[in-house]
């Protein structure tokens, strides 16, 4: 389910937290041109090679994590249990 770079992603996240969420997207596979940090480009202007931006990456993986957690305490919003 999902892209299989984000889900990686999610994983690594999830396994240290410690890592940033720039650091958790390239070990799921995002490719970005490490140019674009140099210049002190926003997170809205940096494009991966898929010319999504590095702010809706990091938006979806926050929202995946969240989503992980809620799932794994139980507490999945929205859903009825089954």
């Known amino acids: 389910q999902g892209d299989p770079r984000m889900n990686r992603a999610v994983a690594a996240r999830l396994t240290n937290p410690q ?21 002190g480009m926003k997170d809205k202007d940096i494009l991966d090679i898929e010319g999504v931006s590095l702010r809706q990456r990091k938006n979806q993986l926050c929202r995946r994590i969240r989503n992980e957690k809620e799932h794994a305490s139980g507490k999945k919003k929205g859903k009825s249990e089954e």
């Open 19 to 39: 890592l940033s969420l720039l650091q958790a997207l390239r070990i799921g596979g995002f490719l970005y041109n490490s140019s674009d940090f140099r210049q």
